[in-house]
């Protein structure tokens, strides 16, 4: 299950995706020929399935490109929807950004790699670094890419709405900023 802003999706187990809530921006239309999905994700108003084959499908609200998939993506691995962006995570653990860009949130930083986890929210992004390391980038008016000095040894991340991070650590111990 996956929530944006004012809509629902669903990911069922043959594959195919249910939506519902509000549909002002098309992001519960599903697109009819949606099928193979293996994951899903979410913007405010924007919709994302990555399907078995590694490639993404999206569509909502597209004010600024955010469901424009680039032509030649493939090998996705994982996705995420920030607010007016979509972020992929691709299986040579590189990452690709699309969509608004008015505080950085696609200038995926230089020389990033070896990434196994993604989160997006809003106009900021987290990467989880195979050696258990976080990278954060985009805005940061609350503090939310100032990784904790001290954080390792993390096992998952996500992002809330109200501009804060969480990290789960491999000692199931939280910390979040």
Known sequence: IAAGRDHVLALKSDGTVVAWGDNTFNQTNVPT???NVVAIATGDFHSLALKADGTVTAWGYDDSGQTNVPADLTNVVAIAGGLSHSLVLKADGTMTAWGDNG???????????N?????????????????????????????????????????????????YCLALKSDGTVVAW
């Open 33 to 35: 020929d949606l099928t």
């Open 103 to 113: 505080f950085g949130q696609t200038n995926i930083p230089a020389n990033l790699t």
């Open 115 to 163: 990434v196994v986890a993604i989160a997006a929210r809003d106009f900021d992004n987290l990467a989880l670094k195979a050696d258990g390391s976080v990278v954060a980038w985009g805005n940061n008016s609350y503090g939310q890419t100032n990784v904790p000095a001290n954080l390792t040894n993390v096992a998952a991340i996500a992002q809330g709405i109200a501009a």
